[in-house]
C-alpha cells in the first residue's frame, strides 16, 4: 500500500527520529512510503492560540500538498485531529486526504496489532488528549505496545489526565501546566517502568523536558520509536 | 501549615474585588499547599462516584443528546417560552419581574424586601443572587441575607467567596470548617458548642440549629431555580440537605431569581434533565430534595410570590453562534470536578462565580473580553477535553475557548498594541507559508544546536518553559534532510 507521512513541523524540526521511526514500521509491514517535501504545519498551534486565518492557510496547504494521497499517516494525535475535526472549521470546504494517526493506520487501515516489534524493557504508556478525545483512539496504541516481543506494559494510574502541554498553554500557564506534568512524571514513576511511552512529539517534550530538569532515568520515547525497535 | 504561604482571599462581590487576573491568581493558588490537598482529595471523590453512576446508564450517551437538544430547541425560540412563562405563572398567582442586568434584579429585590420593612432575608443555594451580588447589596442597605445551604453557610461565616457550584467550601477541610463554626457562629445567632469536633455530624448539628432559628424567624426567603417550566409557570429547586424546602415553604414571601436560561419548554422535558443532573453533580441516582411549586396555593406555602428573570448579558451569549451552547449550562459542576487546571488551581482563581471550564467561557460569553481578567479565562485551559467529555448536555468547551482566544486576539489587534505573542505567530506563519523557509530555519536552529544544550534558562514568554523544564537537543539534522540525504527528491 502507498502512504504518504505527514511527520509534524515538531517532530521534523526536533524529534526527526520520530519520523524516522514512522517510515521504519511502514516499510517493516510492506507499505511504500512517500514523504511530500513541501508539508510544513498543520496549523494547530496558530488555532489554538486564537489565528485562525493563517491556521485556515496551512490546512489548505496541507491538503495541497497532499492532494490525491491514498492515506496519509501522522505520528501525532493531535495534529491528526486538527485536520480531521477542525479542519473544515477554519478551511471551509477543504478537500483533505484521509489522515491517520499511527495507531489507527495500523490497526484499521493494515490490520496489524503485531508490528514485528523487539523492545526489551518495561513502559508505560500516557494516552495523549486529543488520540483519546478528539480521535477515539480507546485502546489501539495499548494493543500494540502489548504485541511487541520483550516489552512489559505497566498501568499509569491516572492516566487519562492531561499532561498540561496544551500547547502555549505550555507557555502562557506555565506554572499550572508543570504542576499538571509533574503529577503525571510522578504517577509514571510510581508504576517502575524505565520509559514513559506517549504518541504525541508535543507532550513528549513537554514530559521528556521535566524528567530532565529532574535528572530522572525513565525516558520518555514515542510510540512510533518503540514500534520500530528491533531491527 | 505554612501559614508564611499567600493565599487567595477574594472579597464577596460580583466580580470578586481585589483579585489578580488568571495567571497570577493561579501562581498563588498553587503555593498553597493546603489548599491543593483539599481540592484534590474532593474533585478525586467526586469524580470518581460520578464515572460510576453515569456508567449504571446503558443509554447515558443518548441521555447527553437528548438534554443538549431539549436545552437548544428551548433557546432558539427562547422569548416565546419566557412570555408563556410569564402568562402561566402570573395566571397562578406569581408576579414576574424583568430584570435585564444586575443592578435591576437588585433593586427590584430591595423594593419587595422594604414593602415588608424586614431586615433579614433567608437563602436557599442559588448562583443567580451571586451572580447580581444580592448578599452585598442587601448589606450595604442594613439588611441581612443568611445563607442556609451547609457548605454557602461555611463561606458566609469564613467571610469567604465560594469556589465550586455544588461544594462552595470545597477548598475548606473539616477542621477549618470547624474552627470558622467556633469563632463565627456566635456573633450572628446560635452559637456553636463549645466541645464541636470535626465530625461530619457534629458539624452538621451544629448547623442544624444554628439554622433552625433562621427558619422559623425570618419572613421572607430568596431562592433561585434549577428549572423553570413554561407551559405550567412551575419552578424546580434540586437540593441535598432540605434547608432549600424550608425557605421554599416556611416564610411568608418567597422571591426567585431565574436566569433566563434555565427555561424548559414542558414539564415532561424534566424526565431527562432530572436524569442527568444528579449524576453529573453530586454522582447521585436521584438528588434528595426535589421542590417543585406554582405560583401561590392558599393556605399552603408563602402566599406571596415572585419571580425574577434575569438576563445579565444571557441575550449578549444567546447572539453568539458557538458560544450560545454555554447556555445549555445546568450548573452540575462536572466539568469543575474533571478539569485538570481547576484541580490544581481552584475556583478563586477564576474570580468569578462562576468557576472552572464553564467559567471560562461563560464570563467572557457574559461581558465579553475587553476586562484583562475575562480576557485571560480562555487560555486557561488546556485544551484537554475532560469537560466535554463529562458534560451532561454536551458543551463543547474546548470548541468554545478556541474561538474566544480568537475574539481576544482580535480586540488586541484593534486596540493597536503591538505584543510578543502576535508577532511571533505571524513569523511562524511566514515560516510555516513555504517548506524552504521551514528548511532554512530547521538548518539554522542545528547550527545552534551545541549552544543551545546549555541553555537553562530563555527570556520573555519561553522563560515560562525553561522555568521548568529542560529544552530538548536540536537535532543535527531535520527529517526534511534526512529524507533528502537518504532518499533523495522522489516528488
Not at chain 2, 449504571?56 to 427562547?78: F, G
Not at chain 2, 466541645?195 to 451544629?206: G, H, K, Q, S
Request: glycine content about 8%.
Amino acid at each position: 500500500m502507498k502512504v504518504s507521512i505527514f511527520v509534524t513541523c515538531l517532530a521534523d524540526t526536533l524529534f526527526p527520529d520520530v519520523g524516522r521511526a514512522t517510515v521504519t514500521v511502514l516499510e517493516r509491514l510492506g507499505c511504500e512510503v512517500d514523504f511530500p517535501t513541501a508539508q510544513t504545519c498543520c496549523g494547530q498551534m496558530h488555532m489554538n492560540t486564537g489565528y485562525a486565518r493563517p491556521a485556515g492557510e496551512m490546512v489548505r496547504s496541507f491538503a495541497e500538498t497532499f492532494a490525491g494521497a491514498e492515506a496519509v499517516v501522522v505520528p501525532s494525535g493531535s495534529c491528526t485531529g486538527m485536520l480531521r475535526v477542525y479542519g473544515q472549521d477554519v478551511a471551509p470546504g477543504v478537500h483533505l486526504p484521509p489522515v491517520y494517526e499511527l495507531s489507527e493506520f495500523l490497526i484499521d487501515v493494515l490490520g496489524v496489532t503485531d508490528v514485528g516489534a523487539k523492545f526489551d524493557a518495561s513502559v508505560t504508556y500516557h494516552p495523549t488528549c486529543h488520540s483519546l478525545r478528539l480521535l477515539g483512539v480507546g485502546d489501539r496504541p495499548y494493543r500494540l505496545l502489548e504485541a511487541v516481543e520483550g516489552l512489559e506494559l505497566k498501568e499509569l494510574p491516572e492516566a487519562e489526565q492531561c499532561c498540561g502541554f496544551g500547547g502555549t498553554f505550555a507557555l502562557k500557564n506555565a506554572e499550572v501546566s508543570s504542576a499538571m506534568g509533574e503529577d503525571k512524571i510522578d504517577n509514571a514513576l510510581s508504576t517502575g517502568a524505565e520509559v514513559l511511552v506517549v504518541s504525541d512529539s508535543s507532550c513528549m517534550m513537554h514530559l521528556g523536558g521535566l524528567l530532565g530538569r529532574r535528572k530522572s532515568s525513565v525516558r520518555s520515547m514515542h510510540l512510533a520509536e518503540i514500534l520500530a525497535a528491533g531491527d | 501549615m505554612a501559614s508564611t504561604q499567600p493565599k487567595l482571599q477574594p472579597k464577596p462581590g460580583v466580580a470578586f474585588l481585589g483579585m489578580p487576573a488568571f495567571t497570577e491568581a493561579a501562581h498563588i493558588a498553587l503555593g498553597d499547599d493546603q489548599l491543593r490537598r483539599n481540592l484534590g482529595r474532593a474533585t478525586h471523590t467526586i469524580r470518581d462516584k460520578r464515572k460510576r453512576v453515569v456508567g449504571e446508564l446503558d443509554d447515558w450517551q443518548d441521555l447527553r443528546t437528548a438534554a443538549a437538544a431539549i436545552k437548544d430547541r428551548t433557546l432558539a425560540d427562547l422569548d416565546r417560552h419566557l412570555e408563556q412563562f410569564e402568562a402561566a405563572a402570573t395566571a397562578a398567582g406569581a408576579t414576574v419581574h424583568w430584570a435585564a442586568d444586575a443592578d435591576e434584579a437588585v433593586r427590584i429585590s430591595l423594593e419587595i424586601v422594604r414593602a415588608h420593612r424586614a431586615t433579614d432575608v433567608i437563602k436557599v443555594k442559588s448562583m443567580a443572587t451571586q451572580e447580581v451580588g444580592l448578599n452585598e447589596a442587601f448589606a450595604e442597605q442594613g439588611i441581612r441575607a443568611w445563607e442556609t445551604d451547609l457548605a454557602e453557610l461555611i463561606v458566609q461565616l469564613g467571610g469567604d467567596t465560594p469556589s465550586h457550584f455544588l461544594v462552595p467550601a470545597i477548598h475548606r477541610n473539616r477542621e477549618e470548617i470547624r474552627q470558622i463554626f467556633i469563632d463565627e457562629m456566635g456573633s450572628v445567632g446560635r452559637p456553636a458548642p463549645d466541645d464541636l469536633t470535626d465530625e461530619p455530624r457534629r458539624l452538621a448539628e451544629a448547623a442544624r440549629l444554628h439554622l433552625r432559628e433562621k427558619f422559623l424567624d425570618t419572613s421572607i426567603g430568596f431562592s433561585g431555580a434549577n428549572f423553570a417550566i413554561a407551559e405550567t409557570g412551575t419552578l424546580v429547586v434540586l437540593e441535598s440537605e432540605g434547608n432549600g424546602r424550608m425557605c421554599l415553604t416556611l416564610p411568608d414571601v418567597l422571591v426567585s431569581m431565574v436566569g433566563i436560561e434555565k427555561l424548559l419548554p414542558t414539564f415532561s422535558d424534566l424526565e431527562v434533565l432530572m436524569q442527568v443532573l444528579p449524576r453529573s453533580s453530586t454522582a447521585e441516582r436521584m438528588n434528595p430534595y426535589t421542590t417543585m411549586w406554582t405560583g401561590v396555593t392558599e393556605g399552603d406555602g408563602p402566599q406571596e410570590m415572585h419571580v425574577i428573570l434575569l438576563d445579565n448579558g444571557r441575550t449578549r451569549a444567546l447572539a453568539d453562534n458557538t458560544g450560545r451552547q454555554a447556555l445549555r449550562c445546568i450548573r452540575c459542576s462536572a466539568c469543575l470536578n474533571v478539569c485538570p487546571v481547576y484541580e490544581r488551581v481552584g475556583g478563586h482563581a477564576y474570580g468569578s462565580v462562576y468557576p472552572g471550564p464553564i467559567g471560562a467561557i461563560l464570563n467572557p460569553l457574559l461581558h465579553g473580553v475587553s476586562d484583562e481578567h475575562d480576557a485571560a479565562l480562555p487560555y486557561a485551559s488546556s485544551l484537554c477535553g475532560a469537560c466535554f467529555e463529562a458534560c451532561p448536555v454536551k458543551i463543547d468547551i474546548p470548541s468554545v475557548l478556541i474561538e474566544q482566544r480568537a475574539e481576544v486576539v482580535e480586540e488586541r489587534a484593534e486596540s493597536g498594541r503591538p505584543n510578543a505573542e502576535s508577532l511571533a505567530m505571524r513569523v511562524a506563519a511566514w515560516t510555516f507559508a513555504d517548506h524552504r523557509r521551514l528548511e532554512r530555519a530547521q538548518k539554522l536552529a542545528g547550527k545552534t544546536g551545541p549552544v543551545a544544550r546549555h541553555v537553562r534558562r530563555l527570556p520573555g514568554l519561553l522563560g515560562g518553559w525553561t522555568a521548568s523544564r529542560d529544552l530538548p537537543p536540536i537535532p543535527q539534522e531535520s527529517f526534511h534532510e534526512w529524507w533528502r540525504r537518504t532518499r533523495g527528491e522522489q516528488r
